[in-house]
């Protein structure tokens, strides 16, 4: 008996991670269709899809040739797009990438985060999209991410935009392990000096 019960367990897991997979497969084509004259005719399945039951993490969803790899594309363009940024909300919503799984995501989010530096609106999506990220992964993560901010206040001679956004990855970085992820007074002071050292370093 038990080991029936065993077996059925299995066999149920087997089909909930295959019925994820297909979910994020089906997901993934209908957005390598964006920019296409198809684009308008699937937006509407494609939203309808992304804020179902999230789908989480699966295998061939991160890595060489996985899904996100495949719809990078489609996202960028739909972040600095003025009607289709929320694709990119919902779909940080319906798929997370688990610490260890990060790194093209990670590394795609710092080069958009870089590239709306002189666009305060689609800076504030990107962020959005950041929170969601780390929430997902893990300190290392949020620190990489966060270091990256700083060597854009460095790069951008301590802009307003770079500051900002390094103040807001600063306070996510900082507080990542202490209770509530609340910054206390230390963080903030040595957030600030984070910025005040990467505005003046050449």
Same mark, same amino acid.
């Given at each position: &008996?038990?080991?029936?019960?065993?077996?059925?367990? /299995?066999? !149920?897991?087997?089909?909930?991670?295959?019925? *994820?997979?297909?979910?994020?497969?089906?997901?993934?084509?209908?957005?390598?269709?964006?920019?296409?004259?198809?684009?308008?005719?699937?937006?509407?399945?494609?939203?309808?899809?992304?804020? &179902?039951?999230?789908?989480?993490?699966?295998?061939?969803?991160?890595?060489?040739?996985?899904?996100? /790899? !495949?719809?990078?594309?489609?996202?960028?363009?739909?972040?600095?797009?003025?009607?289709?940024?929320?694709?990119?909300?919902?779909?940080?919503?319906?798929?997370?990438?688990?610490?260890?799984?990060?790194? @093209?995501?990670?590394?795609?989010?710092?080069? &958009?985060?870089? #590239? #709306?530096? @002189?666009?305060?609106? /689609?800076?504030?999506?990107?962020?959005?999209?950041?929170?969601?990220?780390?929430?997902?992964?893990?300190?290392?993560?949020?620190?990489?991410?966060?270091?990256?901010?700083?060597?854009?206040?460095?790069?951008? +001679?301590?802009?307003?935009?770079? *500051?900002?956004?390094?103040?807001?990855?600063?306070? !996510?970085?900082?507080?990542?392990?202490?209770?509530?992820?609340?910054?206390?007074?230390? @963080?903030?002071?040595?957030?600030? +000096? @984070?910025?005040?050292?990467?505005?003046?370093? *050449?």
């Amino acid at each position: &008996m038990f080991v029936l019960m065993i077996s059925a367990l /299995r066999g !149920r897991d087997a089909r909930a991670a295959r019925s *994820k997979q297909e979910r994020g497969e089906n997901i993934t084509a209908l957005f390598e269709q964006y920019g296409t004259k198809a684009w308008p005719a699937v937006a509407e399945k494609v939203a309808s899809l992304l804020k &179902m039951e999230p789908v989480g993490y699966f295998a061939g969803l991160a890595g060489p040739g996985g899904c996100f /790899r !495949r719809a990078e594309s489609a996202l960028t363009n739909c972040l600095q797009s003025p009607t289709d940024f929320t694709f990119v909300e919902w779909y940080f919503h319906c798929f997370s990438f688990p610490a260890g799984t990060q790194g @093209d995501v990670l590394q795609w989010c710092a080069r &958009m985060l870089e #590239s #709306s530096l @002189d666009d305060p609106s /689609r800076l504030q999506h990107c962020l959005r999209v950041a929170n969601l990220i780390i929430a997902a992964g893990g300190s290392a993560e949020v620190q990489w991410l966060y270091h990256e901010a700083l060597e854009h206040v460095r790069r951008t +001679n301590g802009s307003p935009a770079a *500051k900002s956004a390094a103040l807001h990855l600063g306070r !996510r970085s900082y507080s990542f392990l202490r209770p509530g992820r609340v910054p206390t007074v230390y @963080d903030e002071q040595a957030i600030a +000096n @984070d910025i005040a050292s990467s505005a003046t370093s *050449k």
